[in-house]
């Protein structure tokens, strides 16, 4: 689809966006250095990492680049080029230009990234070395540009279930991301957050998410260039009752008024990142409510 003026704008403004892919039952929800290029978003990862998987098994994705005061959103299918594999050879040869401008784009684009990538080659884990790199393409069948909001400084708040290290990097992060489901596909939107005693609220800057209906928060800390130093966590779970958004005014010293249409979410999985090293797990809570219900 070819894109407006002010959308193509918004994603030359940024060179990370918050890939979300559909992750089973749950959102997954990602940071991505990415390109814009020949009608497509594209971008790189590890041929093992889950969003290759995931985007393999449902290729129904989303892709939300925020530039502070406006964002745009990019909705559609996203496939895999796989370097190894003779199908994506194959189709990367059929597409022409487009792959060859898609990747000569990337690298100028984020060559920052690139350089940092390469300091801190000799510590990747093998996954994540160059040889085991596959490309995905985004090809967007959607497009909306969505007004920004103010975020001011906000008190910390302790992401739960991820490592010590993690909760404090992330402690004072205003910025969130909530993720959730539309027609069957994923939705992304900054948002302000709180975490109380584990009990998680968020409040979307616009759209909100049904009672009952799964999704994810996503607070995350990224470095001007080097990966290995970007700390983030994704919280996934269901969507409870509404709320009145008082915690979240607390937190960010707004008036309660200010505080656009706020929801729990009541966590069930945690997945967190420092660099390249991932961590899986499941919040108290959550393992309580399955004991109670077993």
Known sequence: MKLTTEARDLLGQSPIGMLALRGGHFPLVNPAVFSFASGSLWLTTSRFAAKTMLARRDPRAAFLVDSGSRAVLLRGAIEVFDPLSVSSQVRAMLDGPGYVLGMAGYALKNAPFVAGYALDITHLPREWLPYNRVVLRLRPGHAEVIEGERFPAAQAARVPAVPAEVSRRLAGVSRGYACWFEGGMPVVRPCFWEVDRGQVTLASVSGRPR?????????????????????????????????????????????????????????????????FAVTNAVPRTARELRVAQA
């Open 211 to 275: 009672a009952g209906s799964p999704g994810a928060l996503v607070v995350e800390s990224h470095h001007r260039f080097r990966p290995s130093q970007m700390v983030g966590a994704c919280i996934r779970g269901t969507f409870g009752a509404a709320d009145d958004g008082s915690d979240i005014a607390e937190r960010y010293g707004i008036e309660p008024a200010d505080v656009p249409a706020a929801i729990e979410l009541r966590p069930e999985r945690v997945t967190s990142w420092r660099g």
